[in-house]
């Protein structure tokens, strides 16, 4: 059996749509294959994608089965159902193992700076000849992937690959115009129901020398600044109590534009090295939406340079 999984601390939408997916294609192809995962769900995975019912199986990994991870590539993040030396392909976009797997899984590692990974498993549907066979679930979670990783397509890491690949699952999903306008209203209102939630279930704790706030939450809304006006005080308390280095990253995709707060100085110093911004009263507006793992791209980079 091959599973196809993910990370250890949740499932967004590009991993939850990689997964069902992926295994999908496995099984066309004649590849028995599971998509499994024991991490809870976010917010990205919105009331209408769960209505679509497409699904992860409920299937416990035995002795001697071999592991697909998508939309990851950091071992120490790997859902902990992983057996690391039974790995035998990883399909990701965030950088900082290419090398690693490269060395243990020669070509089985597909790690590309783009924006979506599933934008990656549409492109092994495609070169396999079986898109005509992709269930109308699995082409809409995929295009809602590219959607949500891309920022609506306006995010610095997009690439014609996700654009192109976007139209044809939309097509063969049949969504609606307005969708992503639904698709981020909807999630939005998903987070301002259960914020807390939200900010936990989108939480990385990064290295002490990731050049970056340690404590890094972030959110994609349809209207980043109303959603801070209601729920700054929140916002600000919850995330002083998981530690004195914080930075919460609330992308708005009616405005193209990222918020950042960040109300500890340490925090905003290491940000305002890494880009040219302007704090006021613990926040910050950049005129472009960036995701975090573009700042994890530039904090590597300044490791780079610091070691150079």
Same mark, same amino acid.
């Given at each position: ?7 250890? %601390? ?38 209408? !994608? ?21 939309? !990851? ?22 950088? *900082?193992? #290419? ?15 783009? *924006? ?59 969504? +609606? ?8 209203? #909807?999630?939005?209102?998903?987070? #301002?129901? @259960? ?27 349809? @209207? ?37 707060? %960040? +109300?500890?100085? !340490? ?5 305002? @090295? ?33 070691? *150079?």
């Amino acid at each position: 059996m091959r599973v196809v999984t993910s990370g250890s %601390a949740y499932l967004d939408i590009d991993a939850y749509a990689c997964c069902i997916a992926y295994a999908e294609l496995l099984n066309h192809q004649g590849v028995d294959a599971r998509a499994v995962s024991s991490a809870p769900l976010n917010v990205s995975i919105s009331r209408t !994608v769960l209505g679509w019912q497409s699904s992860l199986d409920d299937y416990l990994p035995r002795a001697g089965d071999e592991f697909v991870l998508v939309d !990851v590539s950091d071992y120490h993040h790997f859902d902990p159902l992983v057996v690391l030396e039974q790995v035998v392909e990883v399909i990701d976009h965030h950088p *900082g193992f #290419e090398n690693y797997w490269a060395r243990k899984l020669g070509s089985a590692a597909d790690i590309l700076p783009i *924006g979506a990974a599933a934008t990656l498993i549409f492109q092994r549907w495609e070169a396999a000849g079986l898109l005509p066979l992709i269930s109308e679930k699995s082409a809409a979670l995929l295009a809602t992937a590219i959607l949500d990783n891309t920022l609506n397509f306006t995010g610095q890491l997009t690439t014609p690959s996700d654009i192109r690949a976007y139209e044809v699952l939309a097509c063969r999903a049949k969504l +609606e115009a307005d969708w992503p306008e639904r698709y981020f209203s #909807e999630c939005q209102a998903t987070i #301002e129901s @259960d914020l807390i939630g939200a900010l936990a279930g989108d939480l990385k704790r990064l290295k002490a020398d990731s050049n970056l706030p340690q404590v890094f939450a972030q959110m994609a809304v349809w @209207d980043a600044s109303a959603l801070i006006r209601t729920h700054r005080s929140t916002i600000g308390h919850w995330l002083t109590a998981q530690g004195g280095d914080w930075l919460l990253n609330v992308i708005s995709i009616r405005e193209c534009k990222s918020y950042f707060l %960040a +109300e500890p100085l !340490v925090s905003q110093q290491k940000l305002s @090295d890494l880009l040219s911004i302007e704090w006021q009263a613990g926040m910050a507006v950049l005129e472009h939406a960036l995701l975090r793992k573009e700042l994890l791209k530039l904090g590597l980079a300044r490791i780079c340079i610091k070691n *150079g």
